[in-house]
C-alpha cells in the first residue's frame, strides 16, 4: 500500500472516528488548550503591549540611543527607512547667568519633533498646576526647573544668559518627557531648543557632550531596527528601551510581564495534562481496531503511519478551530472590560493565535505519540483474545522531548528562562511526583480503611478498583487545584506585596542638598506642616577611580564600563542595613569596618564591575583618594521610591566630609504654594517631585491587576472544563460498572452514592497533594523569582479542598448523567 493511500485510508477512518466520543474528546481537549492560549496570549498580548507603549511615554520615544560622541547618521536614516519618526537631542552642562548669580544647569536641546512619545509637563508659575505639552520649547525660549529660577532670583519672563546668549525663561518645567537619568542630580535641568545652541558658543571641540537619538514606530519596525543596530553600535553607544532605561518604572513594567506570562503558562499546562489523559484513553479504545487492521494485512509500520496521520488531523482541526475561536473570544472580553481598561489598547495580532495554533500541535503530537504508538504493537490475536494489550513504548524520550517544547513554549510566552524553567521542569516533575504520592497514600489509606468512615470506606474502595485511572485523576485533578491556586496569590498576595511598594502617600518629593546645621529646622518644618517623611540620609559624591588597584579607564577604555564610572555617584554611610535591603554575600559592618574602610555595593553593580567581597575599591572624593574594602553584596529595592544608594559606607569612614542630607515627604498635590515657603526659608535646598511618576507606575499596577483578574476568570473556566474532559475519560468504566450494577438489581440511588463517595475521596486527596505542592511552588517563586516574602497561605488551606469538592462533585454528575439514568441494555449497547 502507498503511502497516498495510507493517507486516504487514515482520512477515512479519521472521518469516522470524529463519531465516537473518544475522537471527539481529543479533538475538544485540544481546541480548548489552542482556545486558552490563544484567547489569554492576545488578551495579554495587547495589554502588555499597551503597558509598554504608556511606558515608553517615560523616556521620550520606544528606543534611544545614549552616546558620548556623536551619533553615526546612518542609524537615522535607517530608521526613517523603516517608516519611524526620529528626534535628536544634545546635553551639556554650563553655567547659567542672571541677576549677577551664576547656577551650573544640565542642558537639553531638543529638535522640533521632541518628545516622540509623553510630553513635557510645564507650569506658569512657581508650583502651579501641571500642563502637558507633546513639544518643547521655541527658538529664543528655554524652559528651566523651579530651583534654577529660584537659585538665580528670576521669574517667569525673565531672562537667562547661557553662553554668548540670553533666552526667555517661558515655562517652568516640572517634569521633561525624557525621564532617564539621576532624579538626585544637584544641578537643575533646562530644556532649550538645539536650534539655538550654535549662537551659545559653549559647544566647541574638547567639549563634554553626549548626543540622544529617540525612535518610534511600529512594532515591527522597531524589532527591525533593534536587531540592525546590534552589530552596529560603538563601545560608547547604548540602545535601551523602557526595561533598561528607568529602574522604577521599568521594573515595574517587568514585574507585569511576569505576572501576565505566568497566567498565559499555567492554561497551556493545564491544556497538556488533560490532552495526556485523553490521548490515553483513546489509544486504548483502538486496539481492537488496530488488530483488526492487522489481521486485514496491515503491517505494524503501516498501522502506525494511519494513527499518526489520524493524529495530526486531529491536531490540526482542535488547533485550528481552538485558536480562531480563541481570538475571536478575547474580543469579546475586551468587550466586557473595556470601561476599566486603557482606551488606546494596541490593535490586535496574528502572532499569539499562530502560537497558540503551532503550541497546541505541538502539545498533542508529542504528548499523545507515546500511546498511540502503543498501536502498532497490538496483536493480531486480540480480535480473538480481548484482554491481550500491547506492551507499552517506553515513553521517556517523548516526555523529555514535551518537557524541553514546553520550556522553550513558555520562555516565547514569558521572555524569562527562570520562570519557564522553574515552572515547567517543576510542574512536570510534580506530576510524576502527584503519581508517586497519590499511590503511596492510596495505599497507606486501604491499610487503615476499617478505622475511616464507611462514606470514606466506599470512596476508596471506588478509586483502588481501577488504581491506575484513580492515581490519573489525583495527579491531574492536584495539578489544576494547584495551578489556579497559584493564579489567585498572583492576583492577591503578589499584587499586594507589590501596591504595597507604591501606597497612596508614598512620598513624592525628594529634598536634597539640605545642609547638616540645618537638618533640624528642615525636619521641624516638615513636622509642623504634618507631613510623612523618610530618614535623613547623609550623601558625598565621589568618583570610583580604581579596582584592586587598576584604574578603571585601563580595565574599561572608550567608555565601555557601567555608566556609574562615568560620573559621580551619591555615597552615603549607615550603622544600620535598612529593611527592605538584604545581605546577598559577606556581613555587614562591624567594629572592624572603620578601619578597612569597609564599604558595601549593590550586587547588581558588583556584577556589572566584577568585584566581589574582599575586593580593594578606590574613590576620589573632594580630590581625595580613599582606598575601600568590599565587606558585602546587598540587594536594593530600586522601585520603592526611597532615597537609594549603590555604596554605602561604613560610619566613621565619610563623616568628615562635607555632606548634604537628603530626604523624601508626601505632600498633598494641592499644597504646591507651600513648596514655595518652604524654598524661601530653606534657599539652598532643591525640592524635586516625582508625582508623575508614581502616578504612571500605579497605572501599570492597575492596569495588570485587571489583567490577571480577568485571566484568572479564563484560566478558572479552563480548568473547569479540562476537568469535565478528565472526568469522560474514564466514563467507559463507569458505563461497565453501572451496567453491572444495574443488572444486579442496583437502583440509582446506590449508584449515585457510590459515585458520590469516590469523588469526595478524589477531591480530598487530590487537594491535599494540590496544597502541598501549591505552598512548595509559591515559596520558591517568592523568593527566588518574584524576590518578595513568602508567609503560609492558610486561607487556601479551606478554600482548595472547598473548591476541589464542589468542581469535582458538580462535573462529575453532570458528566455521569447518562449513567445513572440509562437502562442496563442501553449501557451494554454503548459498550459493545
Same mark, same amino acid.
Given at each position: 500500500?502507498?503511502?497516498?493511500?495510507?493517507?486516504?485510508?487514515?482520512?477515512?477512518?479519521?472521518?469516522?472516528?470524529?463519531?465516537?466520543?473518544?475522537?471527539?474528546?481529543?479533538?475538544?481537549?485540544?481546541?480548548?488548550?489552542?482556545?486558552?492560549?490563544?484567547?489569554?496570549?492576545?488578551?495579554?498580548?495587547?495589554?502588555?503591549?499597551?503597558?509598554?507603549?504608556?511606558?515608553?511615554?517615560?523616556?521620550?520615544?520606544?528606543?534611544?540611543?545614549?552616546?558620548?560622541?556623536?551619533?553615526?547618521?546612518?542609524?537615522?536614516?535607517?530608521?526613517?527607512?523603516?517608516?519611524?519618526?526620529?528626534?535628536?537631542?544634545?546635553?551639556?552642562?554650563?553655567?547659567?547667568?542672571?541677576?549677577?548669580?551664576?547656577?551650573?544647569?544640565?542642558?537639553?536641546?531638543?529638535?522640533?519633533?521632541?518628545?516622540?512619545?509623553?510630553?513635557?509637563?510645564?507650569?506658569?508659575?512657581?508650583?502651579?498646576?501641571?500642563?502637558?505639552?507633546?513639544?518643547?520649547?521655541?527658538?529664543?525660549?528655554?524652559?528651566?526647573?523651579?530651583?534654577? @529660577?529660584?537659585?538665580?532670583?528670576?521669574?517667569?519672563?525673565?531672562?537667562?544668559?547661557?553662553?554668548?546668549?540670553?533666552?526667555?525663561?517661558?515655562?517652568?518645567?516640572?517634569?521633561?518627557?525624557?525621564?532617564?537619568?539621576?532624579?538626585?542630580?544637584?544641578?537643575?535641568?533646562?530644556?532649550?531648543?538645539?536650534?539655538?545652541?550654535?549662537?551659545?558658543?559653549?559647544?566647541?571641540? !574638547?567639549?563634554?557632550?553626549?548626543?540622544?537619538?529617540?525612535?518610534?514606530?511600529?512594532?515591527?519596525?522597531?524589532?527591525?531596527?533593534?536587531?540592525? @543596530?546590534?552589530?552596529?553600535?560603538?563601545?560608547?553607544?547604548?540602545?535601551?528601551?523602557?526595561?533598561?532605561?528607568?529602574?522604577?518604572?521599568?521594573?515595574?513594567?517587568?514585574?507585569?510581564?511576569?505576572?501576565?506570562?505566568?497566567?498565559?503558562?499555567?492554561?497551556?499546562?493545564?491544556?497538556?495534562?488533560?490532552?495526556?489523559?485523553?490521548?490515553?484513553?483513546?489509544?486504548?479504545?483502538?486496539?481492537?481496531?488496530?488488530?483488526?487492521?492487522?489481521?486485514?494485512?496491515?503491517?505494524?509500520?503501516?498501522?502506525?503511519?494511519?494513527?499518526?496521520?489520524?493524529?495530526?488531523?486531529?491536531?490540526?482541526?482542535?488547533?485550528?478551530?481552538?485558536?480562531?475561536?480563541?481570538?475571536?473570544?478575547?474580543?469579546?472580553?475586551?468587550?466586557?472590560?473595556?470601561?476599566?481598561?486603557?482606551?488606546?489598547?494596541?490593535?490586535?495580532?496574528?502572532?499569539?493565535?499562530?502560537?497558540?495554533?503551532?503550541?497546541?500541535?505541538?502539545?498533542?503530537?508529542?504528548?499523545?505519540?507515546?500511546?498511540?504508538?502503543?498501536?502498532?504493537?497490538?496483536?493480531?490475536?486480540?480480535? @480473538?483474545?480481548?484482554?491481550?494489550?500491547?506492551?507499552?513504548?517506553?515513553?521517556?524520550?517523548?516526555?523529555?522531548?514535551?518537557?524541553?517544547?514546553?520550556?522553550?513554549?513558555?520562555?516565547?510566552?514569558?521572555?524569562?528562562?527562570?520562570?519557564?524553567?522553574?515552572?515547567?521542569?517543576?510542574?512536570?516533575?510534580?506530576?510524576?511526583?502527584?503519581?508517586?504520592?497519590?499511590?503511596?497514600?492510596?495505599?497507606?489509606?486501604?491499610?487503615?480503611?476499617?478505622?475511616?468512615?464507611?462514606?470514606?470506606?466506599?470512596?476508596?474502595?471506588?478509586?483502588? +478498583?481501577?488504581?491506575?485511572?484513580?492515581?490519573?485523576?489525583?495527579?491531574?485533578?492536584?495539578?489544576?487545584?494547584?495551578?489556579?491556586?497559584?493564579?489567585?496569590?498572583?492576583?492577591?498576595?503578589?499584587?499586594?506585596?507589590?501596591?504595597?511598594?507604591?501606597?497612596? !502617600?508614598?512620598?513624592?518629593?525628594?529634598?536634597?542638598?539640605?545642609?547638616?546645621?540645618?537638618?533640624?529646622?528642615?525636619?521641624?518644618?516638615?513636622?509642623?506642616? &504634618?507631613?510623612?517623611?523618610?530618614?535623613?540620609?547623609?550623601?558625598?559624591?565621589?568618583?570610583?577611580?580604581?579596582?584592586?588597584?587598576?584604574?578603571?579607564?585601563?580595565?574599561?577604555?572608550?567608555?565601555?564600563?557601567?555608566?556609574?564610572?562615568?560620573?559621580?555617584?551619591?555615597?552615603?554611610?549607615?550603622?544600620?542595613?535598612?529593611?527592605?535591603?538584604?545581605?546577598?554575600? !559577606?556581613?555587614?559592618?562591624?567594629?572592624?569596618?572603620?578601619?578597612?574602610?569597609?564599604?558595601?555595593?549593590?550586587?547588581?553593580?558588583?556584577?556589572?564591575?566584577?568585584?566581589?567581597?574582599?575586593?580593594?575599591? +578606590?574613590?576620589?572624593?573632594?580630590?581625595?583618594?580613599?582606598?575601600?574594602?568590599?565587606?558585602?553584596?546587598?540587594?536594593?529595592?530600586?522601585?520603592?521610591?526611597?532615597?537609594?544608594?549603590?555604596?554605602?559606607?561604613?560610619?566613621?569612614?565619610?563623616?568628615?566630609?562635607?555632606?548634604?542630607?537628603?530626604?523624601?515627604?508626601?505632600?498633598?498635590?494641592?499644597? &504646591?504654594?507651600?513648596?514655595?515657603?518652604?524654598?524661601?526659608?530653606?534657599?539652598?535646598?532643591?525640592?524635586?517631585?516625582?508625582?508623575?511618576?508614581?502616578?504612571?507606575? +500605579?497605572?501599570?499596577?492597575?492596569?495588570?491587576?485587571?489583567?490577571?483578574?480577568?485571566?484568572?476568570?479564563?484560566?478558572?473556566?479552563?480548568?473547569?472544563?479540562?476537568?469535565?474532559?478528565?472526568?469522560?475519560?474514564?466514563? !467507559?468504566?463507569?458505563?461497565?460498572?453501572?451496567?453491572?450494577?444495574?443488572?444486579?438489581?442496583?437502583?440509582?440511588?446506590?449508584?449515585?452514592?457510590?459515585?458520590?463517595?469516590?469523588?469526595?475521596?478524589?477531591?480530598?486527596?487530590?487537594?491535599?497533594?494540590?496544597?502541598?505542592?501549591?505552598?512548595?511552588?509559591?515559596?520558591?517563586?517568592?523568593?527566588?523569582?518574584?524576590?518578595?516574602?513568602?508567609?503560609?497561605?492558610?486561607?487556601?488551606?479551606? &478554600?482548595?479542598?472547598?473548591?476541589? @469538592?464542589?468542581?469535582?462533585?458538580?462535573? &462529575?454528575?453532570?458528566?455521569?448523567?447518562?449513567?445513572?439514568?440509562?437502562?442496563?441494555?442501553?449501557?451494554?449497547?454503548?459498550?459493545?
Amino acid at each position: 500500500m502507498s503511502y497516498l493511500q495510507l493517507c486516504k485510508l487514515s482520512f477515512k477512518h479519521w472521518r469516522n472516528d470524529l463519531r465516537s466520543s473518544e475522537k471527539r474528546l481529543l479533538v475538544l481537549a485540544t481546541l480548548l488548550a489552542a482556545l486558552s492560549m490563544a484567547m489569554i496570549s492576545s488578551f495579554s498580548d495587547r495589554l502588555t503591549r499597551t503597558m509598554e507603549y504608556r511606558a515608553s511615554e517615560l523616556i521620550a520615544g520606544d528606543l534611544t540611543i545614549f552616546s558620548s560622541r556623536e551619533i553615526n547618521p546612518e542609524y537615522a536614516s535607517k530608521a526613517q527607512e523603516l517608516g519611524m519618526e526620529v528626534s535628536k537631542a544634545m546635553g551639556f552642562s554650563t553655567m547659567a547667568f542672571a541677576n549677577d548669580k551664576l547656577q551650573l544647569v544640565r542642558v537639553r536641546a531638543v529638535d522640533e519633533r521632541y518628545p516622540l512619545k509623553g510630553y513635557n509637563q510645564v507650569a506658569d508659575e512657581f508650583y502651579g498646576q501641571g500642563t502637558l505639552l507633546a513639544q518643547g520649547p521655541e527658538k529664543g525660549n528655554v524652559w528651566a526647573e523651579e530651583r534654577i @529660577l529660584q537659585k538665580l532670583s528670576i521669574d517667569i519672563g525673565d531672562t537667562i544668559e547661557i553662553g554668548e546668549s540670553e533666552f526667555l525663561v517661558e515655562r517652568i518645567l516640572q517634569q521633561d518627557a525624557d525621564r532617564s537619568g539621576s532624579l538626585f542630580s544637584p544641578f537643575g535641568r533646562l530644556l532649550m531648543s538645539k536650534a539655538d545652541v550654535p549662537a551659545t558658543g559653549v559647544v566647541s571641540e !574638547g567639549s563634554r557632550l553626549w548626543y540622544k537619538q529617540y525612535f518610534t514606530g511600529s512594532e515591527s519596525a522597531i524589532s527591525s531596527l533593534d536587531e540592525w @543596530l546590534q552589530p552596529k553600535l560603538e563601545k560608547q553607544e547604548r540602545l535601551r528601551g523602557i526595561t533598561e532605561s528607568q529602574d522604577n518604572v521599568g521594573g515595574a513594567l517587568a514585574k507585569a510581564q511576569q505576572y501576565l506570562s505566568l497566567s498565559s503558562l499555567i492554561s497551556v499546562l493545564l491544556a497538556a495534562v488533560a490532552i495526556a489523559l485523553c490521548a490515553k484513553q483513546y489509544s486504548e479504545r483502538h486496539f481492537n481496531t488496530a488488530a483488526l487492521l492487522r489481521c486485514l494485512g496491515a503491517s505494524s509500520a503501516q498501522v502506525r503511519t494511519i494513527f499518526i496521520v489520524k493524529l495530526a488531523l486531529t491536531a490540526l482541526l482542535g488547533a485550528v478551530l481552538g485558536a480562531l475561536i480563541g481570538y475571536v473570544l478575547h474580543f469579546a472580553l475586551l468587550e466586557v472590560v473595556k470601561d476599566i481598561l486603557p482606551k488606546d489598547l494596541m490593535d490586535a495580532r496574528w502572532l499569539p493565535v499562530l502560537l497558540s495554533m503551532l503550541s497546541a500541535v505541538a502539545v498533542l503530537m508529542l504528548i499523545a505519540l507515546a500511546p498511540i504508538l502503543n498501536l502498532n504493537k497490538v496483536s493480531p490475536v486480540r480480535v @480473538l483474545r480481548r484482554e491481550l494489550a500491547p506492551q507499552s513504548v517506553r515513553a521517556n524520550v517523548f516526555f523529555i522531548i514535551a518537557v524541553a517544547i514546553m520550556v522553550g513554549l513558555a520562555y516565547l510566552l514569558s521572555g524569562s528562562i527562570k520562570l519557564a524553567i522553574v515552572f515547567v521542569v517543576g510542574l512536570a516533575l510534580l506530576l510524576l511526583v502527584y503519581g508517586i504520592l497519590s499511590t503511596l497514600m492510596l495505599s497507606a489509606l486501604n491499610k487503615i480503611q476499617h478505622k475511616l468512615p464507611s462514606f470514606v470506606q466506599l470512596g476508596l474502595t471506588q478509586l483502588t +478498583r481501577h488504581q491506575y485511572y484513580a492515581r490519573s485523576q489525583v495527579a491531574a485533578f492536584a495539578f489544576i487545584f494547584t495551578s489556579v491556586a497559584l493564579i489567585w496569590i498572583v492576583r492577591g498576595d503578589l499584587f499586594d506585596n507589590w501596591q504595597a511598594q507604591v501606597p497612596e !502617600g508614598t512620598p513624592n518629593h525628594f529634598a536634597i542638598n539640605i545642609l547638616p546645621d540645618r537638618k533640624d529646622a528642615f525636619a521641624e518644618a516638615l513636622d509642623n506642616k &504634618g507631613l510623612a517623611k523618610s530618614a535623613f540620609y547623609p550623601m558625598v559624591r565621589g568618583r570610583l577611580t580604581h579596582i584592586n588597584g587598576e584604574n578603571v579607564s585601563d580595565i574599561y577604555p572608550d567608555d565601555e564600563g557601567p555608566n556609574a564610572l562615568r560620573r559621580e555617584l551619591n555615597l552615603t554611610w549607615s550603622s544600620e542595613l535598612r529593611k527592605d535591603e538584604s545581605i546577598q554575600s !559577606g556581613d555587614w559592618f562591624d567594629d572592624t569596618s572603620v578601619q578597612n574602610n569597609g564599604i558595601s555595593i549593590e550586587e547588581e553593580l558588583a556584577r556589572r564591575l566584577d568585584v566581589n567581597v574582599g575586593d580593594k575599591v +578606590r574613590f576620589n572624593i573632594a580630590g581625595q583618594e580613599v582606598e575601600t574594602t568590599i565587606e558585602s553584596l546587598r540587594s536594593v529595592k530600586w522601585e520603592n521610591f526611597r532615597p537609594n544608594f549603590y555604596v554605602v559606607f561604613a560610619d566613621g569612614v565619610l563623616n568628615d566630609f562635607h555632606h548634604t542630607y537628603i530626604n523624601s515627604f508626601y505632600l498633598p498635590p494641592t499644597e &504646591g504654594k507651600w513648596l514655595v515657603q518652604l524654598n524661601q526659608k530653606f534657599k539652598a535646598v532643591t525640592v524635586i517631585e516625582i508625582e508623575q511618576i508614581l502616578n504612571q507606575v +500605579r497605572d501599570i499596577l492597575a492596569q495588570t491587576t485587571i489583567a490577571v483578574e480577568a485571566i484568572l476568570m479564563l484560566v478558572l473556566l479552563c480548568a473547569l472544563v479540562l476537568m469535565f474532559a478528565t472526568l469522560l475519560s474514564t466514563l !467507559g468504566l463507569r458505563k461497565h460498572e453501572a451496567a453491572l450494577y444495574r443488572t444486579f438489581g442496583a437502583n440509582e440511588a446506590m449508584i449515585r452514592r457510590r459515585i458520590r463517595a469516590e469523588y469526595v475521596t478524589l477531591a480530598m486527596l487530590s487537594s491535599i497533594l494540590a496544597l502541598i505542592s501549591f505552598e512548595s511552588i509559591s515559596y520558591a517563586l517568592y523568593l527566588f523569582v518574584f524576590n518578595v516574602g513568602w508567609a503560609p497561605h492558610f486561607a487556601l488551606w479551606i &478554600g482548595v479542598p472547598a473548591l476541589a @469538592l464542589l468542581s469535582i462533585l458538580s462535573s &462529575g454528575f453532570y458528566a455521569n448523567r447518562d449513567v445513572l439514568k440509562a437502562s442496563p441494555r442501553q449501557l451494554l449497547q454503548d459498550i459493545a
